[in-house]
């Protein structure tokens, strides 16, 4: 009964996850606030609140029965190995999902006005991404996998800068869109690393482990984002009618 239950979860998983990274790429690269990437945003945000809220589903069964819900794998890996990655290390995947996509749905529907994002879920799963980050460390770090260490930096600074936006005495007048983009496209990160990740354990679950498969998503998304950044700044620069500073001296300077 348990396997048949995670199966459904699993084929809930991948609609909500293969809907939300086709609409990705219409807001991505399509005119920027038009009706279209309004339209398709919605349905990525919609397909990604989905998709981790399976994968939490997912990750507690894990939890509380490892091999019942991957007899496939019993023989070639222990219940430690399959709590720490399908477990431990999903459910913090599918909680850092969750907080992207309605972080950075709120954020452009409220705009400048930050106050507005302070509601009680976008606060909740601002500590709650850290804690499971964090936790997700510990049982990196008990179970001698580093690789959850490193991923759970990810964690720990969507959740800090999220509360840093959030609270920050003063925002620039695009900082809401930079933090859209941001939170979105680390969604989109998200949905790509667990179909090249986790997906590939089905077929070579070995490759679960390979830094490869986790960071060619994340550092195409990081790519996307400073892209996205530039580009809004950019166009600030030039409402302004001042030239864009140089990007080390703006480094230097802690300007974007």
């Known amino acids: 009964m348990l396997l048949h239950v995670f199966d459904a979860l699993i084929a809930a998983h991948i609609l909500t996850g293969a809907s939300g990274a086709i609409a990705f790429w219409v ?18 945000t919609v397909a990604m609140l989905c998709t981790g809220s399976f994968a939490i589903c997912m990750s507690v069964l894990t939890l509380s029965d490892p091999f019942a819900t991957h007899p496939h794998l ?4 222990d219940a430690v190995f399959l709590r ?23 954020c452009v529907r409220h705009g400048r006005r930050r106050e507005l994002g302070r509601e009680w879920r976008n ?6 991404v850290i804690v499971a980050a964090l936790n997700c460390a510990v049982q990196g770090w008990l179970a001698g996998l580093p690789l959850l260490l490193g991923l759970a930096i990810v964690g720990i600074a969507t959740g ?17 869109l930079k933090e859209h983009v941001k939170a979105l496209v680390g ?30 998503p994340l550092g195409s998304g990081i790519a996307i984002i ?26 230097a300077s802690g300007t974007k």
């Open 74 to 77: 019993e023989g070639r890996f």
């Open 226 to 251: 400073l892209w996205h950044w530039r580009k809004i700044d950019r166009q600030i620069s030039a409402r302004q009618g001042q030239p864009l500073a140089p990007r080390t001296k703006a480094v």
């Open 84 to 106: 720490a990655i399908f477990g431990w290390l999903m459910l913090h995947m599918g909680i850092l999902t969750v907080n992207l996509a309605w972080y950075g749905w709120q």
């Open 123 to 128: 606060l909740a799963l601002q500590p709650l």
């Open 160 to 176: 800090v800068t999220n509360l840093w936006f959030l609270f920050k005495p003063t925002a620039g007048p695009q900082d809401w």
């Open 187 to 216: 969604a989109g990160i998200s949905v790509y690393t667990a179909f090249m990740a986790f997906g590939s354990v089905r077929i070579l679950p070995e490759l679960a482990l390979n830094p490869v498969m986790w960071a060619i």
């Open 27 to 44: 807001p991505i690269l399509g005119r920027k606030g038009g009706a279209n990437h309004r339209r398709w945003g919605r349905i990525f």
